[in-house]
DNA sequence: CGTTCATTTCGATATTTATCGAAATGATTG
DNA sequence: CAATCATTTCGATAAATATCGAAATGAACG
């Protein structure tokens, strides 16, 4: 992981409708959720949704997969574990600081 | 952490020079850096760094200090632990998945 | 193999965001 | 208390992003 992607990524995140529906597919785990499913439970137009999802994809941060008529999409629980631990690298200049931060130490070393 | 505050601080946090400021100041931890330190080492000027640092105070990522002539801004371990938490919250409904994603089941629960 | 249906693309518009020099601010220091 | 200096605000412009109906796509099913 490095900057040029965890921009797009965090950028992906960082809208209501997206954070909404990757939330939902995190959630749902690997079986992931059909795009109009996504629509009627978050109830936005199946294009809005689509424009989203498809961010959602070019970031890395879900999957997609045909079956029958519908796309499902899943959460990338790689590409999510990659993001957090870039941003937490080099916490602290690697000195402990896990009081401060449970966390902080998991992306160090 | 709920959605409200999450979209802002991965906003905050979805730009090239935030980003880099944001592991600037998670790399210096607790003691921080000051604003001009960081504008130099970014070489960006420093009312685009204004810019930028006002919208990682305002999502609540930095904290910021007076010490002398300067503005000390420092990451917030706390407020990066709750944001991470949020985005693997409820992972899997709860099943097992730690295989697949190491840090899932840090945020269930 | 034509129909159906879920999903995506298109297009036009509105909104938000990034940039940075110049000027203002305001706390500090001698 | 005047001068200095780091930082922030202002303002104007450019660029990226969000929205959603209508039309297009294309895989699947009978």
Redesign the interface.
């Known amino acids: 992981m490095n900057?040029n992607q965890?921009?797009?990524a965090?950028?992906a995140?960082?809208?209501?409708h997206r954070?909404?529906t990757?939330?939902l597919l995190?959630?749902?785990?690997?079986d992931g959720l059909a795009a109009g499913t996504i629509a009627t439970r978050l109830a936005i137009p199946a294009s809005s949704l689509s424009f989203h999802l498809a961010q959602l994809a070019e970031a890395g941060l879900v999957s997609q997969r045909r079956a029958g008529r519908s796309v499902i999409y899943a959460a990338d629980?790689?590409a999510?574990?990659a993001l957090?631990?870039f941003?937490?690298?080099?916490?602290?200049?690697g000195?402990d600081?896990t009081a401060?931060?449970?966390?902080?130490q998991?992306g160090a070393d």
């Open positions: 900057a965890a921009i797009p965090l950028g995140l960082a809208q209501e954070l909404a990757y939330r995190v959630q749902a785990g690997p629980f790689a999510m574990n957090l631990g941003l937490t690298e080099n916490c602290c200049a000195e600081c401060a931060a449970p966390l902080c998991a």
